[in-house]
């Protein structure tokens, strides 16, 4: 599994694409991710 800005590939790319993340706001610069989303994942990380 590829890494991209230190996310998994999956997530990022279901983030990007709105995917399972649902409608998320767009960053104002590619690469930004917002804090909700980190938290998200964290949460998801230590819960799997």
Do not use: H
Request: glycine share 16%; hydrophobic share 40%; no cysteine.
């Amino acid at each position: 599994m590829e890494k991209v800005g230190g996310l998994p590939q999956r997530v990022s790319a279901g983030w990007v694409g709105g995917g399972s993340w649902g409608p998320a706001p767009k960053p104002p610069r590619k690469g930004m991710i917002p804090l909700r989303i980190l938290i998200e994942f964290k949460n998801r990380a230590s819960e799997a």
